[in-house]
């Protein structure tokens, strides 16, 4: 067992005390081209080995074989892991490529009780409302999901890309755990409002894709680099002139990394995990990964702290970023803020 242990911090108001870093596993069974199941496994017992314990998925990755992929790990090590999953995105089945909203309550509990089949637990330890619909009241929706707590099925509730007047009107129902929306020295959108109202309500940022979606990284300076089945090939700020100015912006990122010893990624990282100080609340990012290698560099950026002229350095970043994060951001809490 490694000595290098992640620091803790509490997930939501009552929550348990989870790892500073947690781990999205989206990408072991979809959007992010092939992976090896071998090394994915590898990469989850790795994680819990440095004191990941929040790890993040969907009934909508892979049509359900993400949650099937992660049953095993989750049922060897159920008393150490926390189980984060989400409902909103059907599947019509008669045309499995497209994705429909629903937070209407008879979706909800078809919904978990598939996850909770999928995934062979119990109960779900933060169940998440993926995205907004907006033509159901929020407060109908959080109803609908504080019924699953009180009958064991989930133990705390989660919400994605809500704008703040929405995790307010939520929270006014049941206790709101965490707040999951990107943010990354690419997209600081939840910033001005989102950020605020949660740490005013006590609840928890999970930023997801604290990497953009590894741009960050500088793995790929393109969306022609990736395989013709990667998602990020149709999100705008990787194509064409964007990619191409965008990826000048990481010059920074590069200063900074060269003065710590440290990769990009780690900076990128590390600038997330700091905006916990920055704004007084807990933050815990949810980088993907799939390999073992990978995750020991990405917990170990919660060991690295940015000097105040770093942050000053990496700061102008997010405003120069070209394209919108999505092709479509209605469905994104900035497009409704």
């Keep these: 067992m490694t000595n290098n242990r992640i620091a803790t911090v509490r997930l939501g108001a009552t929550g348990p005390e989870v790892g500073v870093q947690g781990l999205g596993c989206m990408g072991m069974s979809f959007a992010y081209g092939p992976s090896d199941a071998g090394e994915s496994r590898a990469t989850l017992e790795r994680a819990l080995e440095l004191g990941v314990t929040l790890y993040d998925t969907a009934d909508a990755y892979g049509a359900g074989e993400n949650e099937k992929f992660l049953s ?45 089949r999928r995934l062979d637990v119990d109960v779900i330890d933060l169940y998440y409302m993926h995205r907004r619909d907006v033509n159901v009241p929020i407060e109908e929706t959080v109803g609908t999901m504080a019924d699953l707590v009180r009958e064991g099925k989930v133990k705390q509730l989660g919400l994605s890309e809500v704008t703040a007047d929405e995790l307010r009107a939520a929270h006014t129902v049941h206790p709101i755990a965490a707040v999951q929306s990107e943010w990354s020295l690419f997209s600081r959108d939840i910033e001005p409002k989102v950020v605020p109202a949660a740490r005013e309500l006590g609840v928890t940022l999970v930023p997801y894709s604290p990497l953009g979606r590894g741009f960050l990284t500088g793995s790929f300076a393109t969306a022609e680099d990736l395989t013709s089945d990667d998602f990020r090939r149709r999100q705008p700020r990787f194509t064409g002139e964007n990619a191409a100015a965008n990826a000048a912006l990481l010059a920074p990122v590069r200063t900074v990394a060269e003065a710590h010893g440290a990769s990009l990624g780690q900076i990128a990282l590390a600038w997330v995990q700091q905006q916990a100080a920055v704004h007084d609340l807990p933050v815990i990012p949810i980088p993907g990964t799939r390999r073992p290698s990978r995750v020991e560099e990405n917990a170990a950026a919660t060991r690295i702290v940015l000097s105040e002229e770093e942050l000053a350095l990496l700061e102008p970043i997010a405003a120069q970023v070209a394209g919108d994060r999505y092709a479509d951001m209605r469905f994104a809490s900035a497009g409704r803020e």
Excluded at 98 to 111: C, F, G, K, T
């Design 72 to 116: 095993p790990f989750f049922k060897a090590h159920r008393d150490e892991v926390v189980i984060a999953t989400k409902f909103a995105l059907s599947i019509p089945p008669d045309d499995p490529t497209r994705r429909v909203i629903r937070n209407d309550a008879p979706y909800i509990r078809q919904a978990v009780e598939a996850s909770l």
